[in-house]
């Protein structure tokens, strides 16, 4: 797995991509709080994701380049919520209505009661998994791969985990949103939550020159899960079944590099000023 390539991209943002930025944060959390056992209301998905992307605005706004990762989007959410949202309340009142920040995060700020806790239980029960596993968490508070800067011809290999799946299917989003002419190899790919992003990845394929290789076992899940065009957007489909295929070692557990052992650093909540 690879480390901040698809967290909490800042560096697009300042750089006044706005419109870009905001659709890959959408994108980054709408595929982790998404499980593919949810069947509930959109509703909470849709608003826990607002919420998020003004935490990470704000975050933008107030943290050292060290500071932006998913670590502290988690304590500014605990920070705000233990303190009953006042501070939040108090900065939305002063911003106007059409500010984006407003948007992102009124919708939970100033909701209800029972609404608000709705939505904070819904982003912990997701959020949980990645903070809770210290060594995923060092990974995704690092930021050391920019996949638009690199200029010689590279592999990017995602030995994925299926409780993960989120982050996977962020760096796929992302992908899609950053790069041209490139290769997408998703094998096992039954394993991973619906790609938000699959459907455009295949319309687009001939304007960014891109080959994608969706590998599944069950070519009806597919159908069921990405709707019955999906496979006329595929050039070809291959029944792997029917014919001998040779198998290529691509390396193994002991030849990927170690993870760099250092400290996270996250945000002060004091840091963030609200006026």
């Known amino acids: 797995m690879c480390g901040q390539c698809a967290f ?76 009953g949202f006042d501070k939040l309340k108090s900065y939305l009142e002063n911003l106007s ?27 912990k029960e997701r959020l949980s998994l990645y903070i809770g596993s210290e060594s995923l968490l060092k990974l995704l508070c690092s930021n050391n791969i920019e996949l638009d800067s690199l200029n010689n011809p590279y592999a990017l290999f995602i030995i994925d985990n299926e409780d993960y799946c989120g982050i996977t299917n962020a760096i796929i989003d992302e992908i899609s949103l950053i790069l041209k002419k490139y290769n997408l190899i ?39 899960i990405y709707g019955n065009t999906i496979t006329d957007k595929f050039t070809n489909i291959i029944d792997a079944s029917t014919r001998d295929y040779e198998l290529t070692m691509i390396g193994s557990y002991n030849t990927f590099p170690n993870l760099e052992n250092k400290e996270n650093n996250y945000i002060n909540p004091n840091n963030i000023q609200l006026s």
């Not at 595929?31 to 003004?54: H, P, R």
């Not at 039954?190 to 304007?207: F, Q």
């Open 97 to 123: 209505i059409a500010n984006s920040l407003y948007s992102y995060l009124s919708g939970t700020v100033l909701a209800p009661i029972d609404t608000r806790g709705g939505i904070m239980a819904t982003i």
């Open 8 to 83: 909490l991209k800042e560096k697009y943002y300042k750089e006044g991509k706005k419109d870009l930025s905001l659709r890959m944060l959408n994108s980054i959390y709408q595929e982790i709080l998404i499980s593919k056992e949810y069947q509930g209301d959109s509703f909470w998905i849709n608003s826990a994701t607002n919420y998020l992307v003004g935490l990470t605005l704000l975050l933008f706004a107030n943290g050292k380049a060290s500071e932006i990762n998913l670590g502290s989007i988690y304590v500014l959410m605990m920070e705000y919520e233990r303190k």
């Open 186 to 224: 998703i094998d096992n790919a039954d394993n991973l939550n619906k790609i938000i992003r699959l459907n455009t990845i295949l319309e687009n394929y001939t304007i960014n020159q891109t080959n994608l290789y969706y590998i599944s076992r069950n070519k009806e899940n597919v159908i069921k």
